[in-house]
């Protein structure tokens, strides 16, 4: 079907979120669909000057997004996935995941440095609690006050957050016409899997986008069954307590990925996590309400 006017695909205004919208609205040119950008203020780039982990909610660069579309001003969002809460408010659902592309974080220092010829002395800055407490894990020696890419790090020191590197849509519940184009354009099924099951697991944990719990699945084929494989590790803050798991079992829907990324969960809540997040939980600060 194909629309009367113009998609209005909503985005952060951010140089990253454009180039990816603008990567998006190629696709849907090349399906024949027109397209319109409409660029949109969130609350993670409004508040600049406190970290991410002292605001109140979680939908820190998605709610204002979410609010244009139940109130018909866009027909599409654009996100990465990563940044997606996992539970969507009602009336807006997931319309497709893309392929994902290198889920690695990447660490970037002077001279090429990298992270086994890193000096005792060298100061790491991040933004993120997950990657504060997933590097103190791994060198607890590193000092703290908080360009080019010398390294993508691997897994073993740095899991990614869920859904990292991929893309994601979101619709309205009601709306077939753009669900079709975007998932036509842009949706993944393998992706769709994996970052699924990766999301479960956060979703069971009742985590956000800045609490330290990193997860990667992938896909493999074996025996003709498609067989998902999950990674996961929660982190205390302060590096010096950790638990991590993997599950791995065949799955052909979402429903069987999500219930796989949950499995996990629960075996990581028993070996601690639960303790490990509720720590995380009392010492937080006080949130401040989102403008």
């Known amino acids: 079907m194909t629309p009367l006017r113009p998609l209005r695909i909503g985005t952060r205004a951010s140089a990253l979120a454009v180039w990816q919208t603008e990567r998006v609205r190629s696709q849907l040119a090349e399906l024949g669909y027109a397209t319109e950008r409409v660029e949109i203020r969130t609350t993670g780039d409004v508040v600049q000057e406190l970290p991410l982990s002292r ?10 997004l979410d609010d244009a579309m139940l109130e018909g001003r866009i027909d599409i969002a654009v996100h990465s996935l990563k940044d997606l809460p996992t539970e969507l408010p009602a009336g807006i659902t997931l319309g497709a995941v ?45 000092p703290w006050p908080g360009a080019r890419i010398s390294e993508s790090l691997p897994f073993e020191v740095m899991l990614p957050a869920p859904g990292q590197g991929a893309l994601a849509a979101t619709v309205r519940v009601d709306d077939r016409v753009s669900g079709e184009a975007v998932h036509r354009a842009l949706h993944d099924e ?9 999301r479960a697991l956060l979703r069971r944990l009742e985590g956000g986008c800045q609490v330290p719990v990193g997860a990667h699945a992938t896909i493999e084929r074996q025996a ?58 009392e010492v937080a600060a006080q949130p401040i309400p989102e403008p």
């Open 190 to 198: 393998a992706t769709a899997l994996a970052v699924s099951a990766e």
């Open 224 to 281: 003709g069954r498609t067989i998902v494989q999950l990674w996961g590790r929660v982190v205390a803050l302060d590096g010096k307590a950790s638990v991590e798991g993997r599950r791995s079992g065949p799955a052909t829907t979402v429903e069987e990925a999500d219930a796989l990324g949950a499995a996990l969960a629960e075996d990581l809540l028993i070996e601690g996590a639960e303790n490990i997040l509720r720590s995380i939980r």
């Open 98 to 142: 893309g392929l994902r592309e290198d889920a690695h974080d990447a660490l970037v220092a002077r001279e090429g440095l990298q992270w086994s010829t890193l000096p005792k002395t060298a100061v790491i800055a991040t933004s993120s609690q997950r990657r504060r407490a997933q590097l103190l894990r791994a060198s607890p020696d590193l």
């Open 55 to 64: 605001l109140g909610g979680r939908a820190f660069f998605t709610k204002q």
